[in-house]
């Protein structure tokens, strides 16, 4: 029998979705019922009690966790989240309710071997509770306690070979869509980019030396599956620089019917007919394409690799095969002074290993930015505060009218002395010669 | 319990330590149909809502079944996962960003028993584990944060609105009949862990109380500068304040009507809450966000409901707010049109028409200077 | 002969386009000669003066004028911006050179008669120079002396029953397009509202009682002949409510090529044969017509009155019957803080004579601005600064989803205590009741 | 010259006063085919360049010749448009808002004649004094300031610019084949008198040297905190300085790399002068704004030319780019776009490209935080 009653969760078990309540009643019956003679290292109520203390808050309308505090693992800044619970003698199995995240590998694939380590190990240091995954694409393991860290970081290393993930004014875990393992859209190695740059900047993935939080995110194409425009200090999204492909075999097949449009992605529902200059061509958003006869005719030049004709055709048209990369800087949520979008800051790059000159520019950012940031500043704010041609400057970046969506409305711009002839050392009884007071 | 140990030694931390090592390769993990045909994929299509194949310039097929999750899962459940990748899918699986499952296997005929097995398997309470979907023109799973599960600074909980969300559109994530990808995400409070800002419809917890202020503990463990600067509205001072019991201590005093309840006061120091569980706290629901370049520009998304109450366990206002929203967007876009490009050629002020929704006060952007470009500089509005 | 020499200007003498040079040449050869024996009130040689020191600012590429000073007439605070040469040796005709400021009448019509007398008196008292007009709108007069001013003043008054402008943290004076006089599109009585307006506002016009400049001005249509939506603080613009009126006769004139479209406005180049989906239904900005066969339809309610359609085919369409204005606050340049365009803050209203409705905001808005505008503000940095719903509050107007182009993006609600239940007057004793430090 | 009295007392100033009587009814001055007509306009043609037909619901027709002017103009020049007026046109005649006059006849058999008369008139050094245009897709008159003719804070000269770019526009204004309206404009400093910030074309003389300090003046005639008030972007702070002959003054003094070169100090203090001919004061360009509602939102104009030297007397570099622009739009855009819906449409990046013109880092706003609006957030962009 439960340990508390739930009647409020309870209500969460009905309905199709896959009830969090139902899984975490699970792992409370697993545990009181230990068939398999786990030694559990923490309280083997934990998830009785977590379902106690979430049917406290369904009560009263108010988290019952506190502010973290600093735990960790020895040498690391970053990585395990203190929580603890402020009704510990009602729920003294949440008591110390740590998070700890693991860094996943890029694009989400597992092996079942090595995640049914993952679950042995947690199952026995921790509550066996998860996410998979964080926001920020981490394995979030939550709760522990504090004498576990380390042993669960010792385990994780020496048998997982497996890493902690970052939290704090760190670096933090980059991501990346999956990429060129299943996509036929992708333009550059958006994993090996994402476990590239992981693997170069663990230090500051777990030493925090940063004003803030950064994020490296990595989108194989513009559909963004990732969101790095959205979520990432620095964004890369795959391009290409040349023509689109186009079998125009297959572009009578969709004009035939033969094929569904779009993948198939709305066979839902009755659209009626696909009628190509409908769906693509008039909606393609600088108007470069055509039909000339039966063929498609695409002006490449004037293409922005928006990727709706793309999507929309995706047996017909392929990006093109010179590949490389966007990089957007600054994204970040609302907190505090509003949501920002990453810039443009390079409209193309290219993207293969071992991505020196990638890597050069971002070194040189985080150098600026550890020198000119405000504690609790994401770059994204310092570039608004010191602007967008100051970032350009120190990244040594040619100035690109790309980075613009539009040159400025202002007349208000900041000469500096030695661009103006003649200098600004001006004498005033030079001006009085001329103009009398 | 007896501790056991893992083998680290507490006297000497630096012995055999191994730090630094990243994550495993996700090349180990990769399925070899995967791996045989890395960056040589040609197109694929999806055969029906939750399946899709993708073909190789090599020929081979890969079938992938993506399913439905909590994000919030128990070991005892990956190891279901485990269990059935194991069976059908030569032991690989993958989640997704949205927190879905992805089944693979090589062969088309691998597709029906894989696709009956996963169906086949529900929660004791009758809830699915394994819903298959979240492909295409429809909602797949929502993006969402820890709520009261987890969080300190949850202004409402995360799993639970998920979920009651979820099983009213749970039809919409098992069919594609919507005019484009409908995104959604949940964050328990302002902070915005996840891509609320930037979601077709989002929903936001967040407080409408300034926080309270308890003065001895201030004086202990918060340093009063910090929590000063911590302010983005200059909303807070430093003051000495006398206690009942005639100790004098180090505080702050709140300027009540400058707090904007971001909460970022108490993030700095603990001393300072907000949460309120009567008629404070609760949601507001933001929506026309997208992350994708297709077509128009990323968007933000914008707060079309400006406060939805707390109403555990099954939130049934925010349930029927967004169900309103997601009916209006369904029956008024054209095909591909995502919802914040539907609302912007019809007009924001025809979309809250539609959707039956109130615009209040609240909704007219004062945050900062660049709130000016929110508001209407044009005659081109619709009566 | 001249009395300075000009090379340079003299080579703006050159061109086709009607030279300011020859003009004013013109006008100094007139005073030289005086055929009608002026008794010029200020220096012959003003227009020569003004040559030389032009000449001077040609070759040195710096002005030559000085700040103005405070002149003026008895009990006004504008309408005469002084001005001062700062080489009144060598040029002591224009050594004072003050600008007046005459208010024109609304709409810039004329009769020679009242032409004439303009002429005479500013011939007579001043230089003879004018712009017709200013870029605010007034008959401007250029160059008098101090003395001169109460003389015109009073002649301006006695014999031409006529003002002066404003000028200064005055009501600058209102303009307007030329509205019913000789325009099908104006929705409303533009030149009315102006004089209406005027009249009505005299005391701002020539005391200046507010924080800063303050400008009307009034467009009969969304075209926006007078840009009073990029140069009024209070911008009205005509609009309908109801339907387009449609001549489809006339419809089926322009698609048999009848009659030009635009009015003819194309007719310097060979565009092709009118396209009635190419020139009109496809540019819709709302997508809101169509053919039926030879029949256009319009779905008016989707209509957003961006009048191409009209503008297309003003023969065939006109605007609808239920006609008043939109209102839009705050429009400016850039300086200081970046240009504003007008902010709607009325969709529509009714707008007829006495324009009771209209002039019951506009003193709501002036006590406020008054009252709370900043010293050199403008009242569009005003609302910058207290926020849009601040100004509908205190304008006493409804909110309306038509004020905001989009809603607000971030979640920062400034919520007032007595909107929120239980209000704000919490305990901390009661808090720690339920969650423990 | 003797002083001639009004009648004005300047001993008893309000004796006889009139004031505050405002402008004469306009009603007084229309045509009698306007008066007679009144809100009973039915359409309008363009016959030809600078020639329009309107027709009244009662049948009447009003036809109008625009012409252009410099705007600066001697009573000698309004006597001669009187005479004209009186010849043609029963005594009326109209200015328009951008400085052309209009000659209105009630009959058609009347406009040549009138064409006649208005094209015949030169000045003696060979300018049209009337040109006719003005209307349709064409090039109309520039609206500008005062310049060097008349104004203290001017960076550059206005009639002598507008002049020298109309000569060489001159038949865009007398014809129609552009593909919309292309309106001008120009401001002699960034204060903007005219609407340069919303026109297809601006141009704006600017300064790019920091203030002179004159200390002496400054502390005899200028108010210290208004001068330090006054600047935008703090770079004015007080100071006390000696002067050469020993004197101690209030001062300020200036931290040139923050300037931005607006003159608002200036304006409010004489003794901290800009202007600077010896290579500092020029002009930018600015294009792609426009007010009217039709079909997009009304727009601000863009800088794209960061710095044309004051050229006097023709501005040659001035004119040469004005041209490259005009040529760009004339051969790029569609039928009835105006100039920055051409450029949001090829994009920003394609704009520099047709019309040669350079983008430079001074071409990214960096003022304020909207600044970030204009950055590019999204990869649609073209190569």
Redesign the interface.
Known sequence: MAKHKTP?????????????????K??AE?RTKNANNV???IP?DV?ED?LGV?EL????????????GIVGV???GGGVIG?YCDQPEQFPGVAH?H?VRV??????????????Q???L??FRGS??????????DIVW??TTT?QL??????L??K????LGGSGSNLRTP?S??G?????Y?CI?A?DLC?DL??EY??F??RPAFPYKFKFKVDGC??????S???SDLSF?GLWKDNIRIDQEAVKAYIGGEI?P????????D?GKFDINK?VID?C?TNCMWMEGNTLKINDKECNH???CI??L??AL?IGEETGCAMLLGAK???????Q?GTLIVPFIKCEAPYTEIKDLIEKLFEFWMEEGKNRERVGETMKRVGLYKILQVMELEVDARVVQEPRTNPYIFWKEEEVPGGWDRQIEDYRSRHKM | ????????D?KQ??K???????????K????PV?KNN??K?????????GILM?KAESGDE?Y?IRV????????????E??EI??KHCG???????R?N?EF?VDNKDKVGPLKEDLLSRK?????????IGG????VTNI?H??????????AS?A??TV??V??DL?EE?T????PA?LRLSM?CC?????????SDIGF?G?H???P????F?LDNICEVPLAVAAC?TAAIRPTKVDLPDGTKVNSVAIK??R????G?CYTMC?AL?L???????GL?I?V??K????????K?????V?FVP?E???WPTLVKKVHQIVEAYSSGAR??ERLGEWA?R?????F?EVCDLE?????????????????????????
């Open positions: 409020l969760l309870d209500e969460l078990e009905k309905g199709p979705w896959p009830s969090f309540v139902s899984d975490i699970r792992e697993s030694e559990y290292q083997v998830c977590l979430l808050s369904y009560t009263d309308g108010e988290t019952h966790w506190k502010h973290g020895f040498g690391y929580r309710f998070t860094n996943q590998p890029s694009g989400f694939y597992y092996s079942t071997d090595f995640l049914k993952l679950c042995d947690w199952e066996g509770l998860t996410n998979m995954h964080g926001s920020t694409g939550l709760g004498p380390e042993e669960i970081f010792y385990e290393t020496h997982l070979d497996t890493d991501a869509c999956l060129m393992s299943r996509c036929q992708s190695d994993q476990h992981t693997i663990q230090d993935l777990h513009p559909n963004g599956c990732v969101a425009i959205a979520r999204i569904k779009n993948a198939g992605a709305h066979s839902g529902r659209w769906e909606l958003p928006c990727m709706h999507n929309a995706p047996r392929r949520a609302p907190i505090l002074d509003g949501a979008m | 319990m007896a501790f056991i140990s893992s083998g680290y507490p931390p630096m055999n330590r191994i730090t630094d090592i990243g994550p495993k390769h996700f180990d993990f990769l399925p995967l890395y960056g994929w040609l197109y694929h299509e999806i055969l029906e809502p993708h890969v992938t439905g999750s909590p994000r919030l899962m128990g070991v005892q459940t990956i190891r996962i485990c990748a194991d032991g690989h699986v993958r989640w997704t960003t927190h499952v693979m929660h004791d309470a009758g809830s699915y584990k394994f819903p492909t295409g023109a429809g993006i944060t820890q709520g009261w599960v987890h969080c300190h600074t949850a909980d799993s639970g979920k009651a979820m099983d749970f994530f069919s594609m009949r919507l990808p964050a302002v902070n915005m862990c996840g891509a609320v800002h930037c936001v967040y409408r109380k300034p309270i202020v308890d003065h503990t983005p009540n009507e707090c904007m309840f971001c970022n603990p809450p949460s309120d569980g009567k008629g404070g706290d507001i933001m026309g966000g992350v994708s370049n297709r077509r128009s520009n990323p933000f998304s914008k707060v079309v400006d707390n555990p366990p099954r095909k591909y912007e019809i007009g924001w002020e025809r809250f615009f209040t006060w609240h909704l007219i952007d004062d945050f900062r200077d660049p709130a000016y470009e929110t508001w209407r500089q044009t005659t081109n509005f619709k009566f």
